[in-house]
């Protein structure tokens, strides 16, 4: 059974660095084609996609964010980190982490975090 | 960037009729070099995390009810339900996954 639990401040101030965890299950981030991607969702809005870390440590961001994030893995740990600074009101939002599975030819996105809450007020 | 962008943006349907729903790509979602389309559809309940319901056009994701089913090639995709049942309410989105990842706004789905 695939898990994933995002953690990380739920509160955080204007100009400050959000660092959210994933911590994982159920799969391992040293198979090849597998990774862990994060999305967010603000409040009523349309979900959008951050970031995304592969087996290979290799890393995609979204173009209009990407000066502002950073994603990591610690393999030992199960842990998937993303941080983003100059954090902004308009950056609150749902945040998710996601495992992107691999089999065969094919990929999804199938199993998502329960997702936290990070509001940005000073 | 390859922008997605879903029709309607609301829809409310009676229990037990059909329902559809429209995904366009600003270009073609079929990578030329495997083959495959990467569109997929996640349906969002209220106050939920997202569910995948169909990957790469129209391959099911397991545990998903066979009412649903995904269609389409190049910049044109549907998502349709054969038969609208109560639980089926939420939002749901369609996705590219062909240049990095990016989802339409969205169509809400309401019950009659």
């Known amino acids: 059974q695939i898990t994933l639990k995002e953690s990380g401040p739920t509160l955080v101030k204007p100009t400050q660095t959000l660092t959210l965890t994933c911590t994982f299950s159920?799969?391992?981030?040293?198979?090849?084609?597998?990774?862990v991607a994060w999305f967010r969702q603000p409040p009523g809005k349309a979900l959008e996609w951050l970031a995304l870390i592969y087996w290979d440590a290799d890393t995609r961001y979204r173009p209009n964010l990407k000066d502002r994030l950073t994603i990591t893995r610690d393999t030992s740990k199960n842990q998937v980190v993303l941080t983003m600074t100059n954090m902004d009101p308009l950056d609150t939002a749902a945040y998710y982490c996601?495992?992107?599975?691999?089999?065969?030819?094919?990929?999804?996105?199938?199993?998502w975090g329960q997702g936290t809450m990070v509001t940005v007020s000073s | 960037e390859i922008v997605v962008t879903q029709t309607p943006l609301f829809l409310t349907v009676t229990p037990g009729e059909p329902a559809s729903i429209s995904c366009r790509s600003s270009?073609?979602?079929?990578?030329?070099?495997?083959?495959?389309?990467?569109l997929d559809w996640y349906l969002q309940k209220p106050g939920q995390s997202p569910q995948l319901l169909v990957y790469?056009?129209?391959y099911r994701a397991s545990g998903v009810p066979d009412r649903f089913s995904g269609s389409g090639s190049g910049t044109d995709f549907t998502l349709k339900i054969s038969r609208v049942e109560a639980e089926d309410v939420g939002v749901y989105y369609c996705m590219q996954r062909l240049k990095l990842l990016a989802f339409g706004g969205g169509t809400k789905v309401e019950i009659k």
């Open positions: 270009q073609s979602l079929l990578d030329i070099y495997d083959g495959n389309t990467y």
């Open positions: 159920g799969f391992s981030l040293n198979t090849r084609g597998v990774g």
């Open positions: 790469m056009v129209s």
């Open positions: 996601v495992h992107r599975a691999y089999f065969g030819s094919s990929s999804y996105y199938k199993d």
